[in-house]
């Protein structure tokens, strides 16, 4: 099989480093982003091709995406604290945000210029207005919430519409509460809870079989539905994830 060129943002994320082994078992070549030169080692040991960069520095993006020329690009990128330190949360809400609006418009624009034919993007599943549940991908966000609660779904919004409008296929992952290796919750927590490792292989599925939209990603649960998610994409819970065994992504 011919190789494929994916371009991971955020690769060295808790998603990320679930991600890229799928995706270079599945046969494609994997570039992946880290801002810190140090943690390239750990790229190369997934078996991704490290890019050192910054997503808020418009022009190196513009030029990686013009050395590489990805096919396809993931957007995993979040600027969180470890574990979700409620310390130092407040802060990180305006830098995660920001990546969300302005990381996301450099991502598009840089995978635009290459014509890059799919965008798959992390949002998430917590931000619909109370209403009747569960929430399916249809229901309205909360955008008339206030404190950090707003300029979190503002990102969301913004992240959203920039990778739905975008003239290539955009897909929306709306991701429940990680739980797994990297995230700081070893188990399953919130009211939509998601093992890092499905997370990852929604994002695998979406790559080769979404024709664009926003998914729900979470295990079973009576807030948000997934139907979407298994009919179109093939995408279950897997047991065998929330038991620290990767299952089968089936992209070959």
């Keep these: ?44 040991a997934l078996g991704a091709t490290p890019v050192v960069l910054d997503v808020f520095d418009a022009h190196a993006l513009d030029e990686a995406f013009a050395r590489i020329v990805p096919d396809s690009v993931i957007h995993q990128l979040t600027d969180l604290p470890a574990g979700l330190n409620p310390t130092l949360m407040r802060e990180a809400v305006g830098r995660n945000t920001r990546v969300r609006d302005e990381g996301t418009r450099n991502l598009v624009a840089a995978a635009v210029a290459v014509k890059a034919a799919r965008l798959v993007a992390q949002s998430i599943a917590w931000a619909y207005r109370a209403g009747p549940m569960p929430f399916d991908e249809t ?26 409008a ?6 929306v992952l709306r991701y429940g509460q990680l739980y797994g290796p990297g995230t700081g919750a070893e188990q399953a927590t919130g009211v939509s809870p998601v093992h890092v490792v499905d997370a990852a292989r929604a994002a695998c599925l979406a790559l080769k ?22 009919r179109e994409l ?9 038991a620290g065994h990767p299952a089968p992504t089936n992209l070959a």
């Excluded at 975008?166 to 897909?171: I, Y």
């Design 209 to 230: 079989r979404s024709e664009g939209g926003i998914y729900n990603i979470a295990e079973d649960n009576p807030a948000v539905s997934t139907g979407k998610a298994k």
């Design 166 to 171: 975008a003239p290539l296929v955009g897909t």
């Design 139 to 164: 229901a309205p966000l909360d955008v008339d919430t206030q404190g950090d609660r707003h300029v979190t779904i503002n990102g969301v919004v913004s992240l959203e519409r920039q990778v739905l």
């Design 1 to 44: 099989m011919a190789s494929r060129k994916v371009f991971v943002a955020g690769a060295t994320g808790a998603i990320g480093q679930a991600l890229v082994p799928m995706l270079v078992e599945a046969g494609y070549a994997v570039y992946g982003s880290t801002r810190q030169a140090a943690r390239a080692p750990l790229l190369e």
């Design 234 to 242: 093939g995408w279950h819970p897997s047991k065998d994830a929330r």
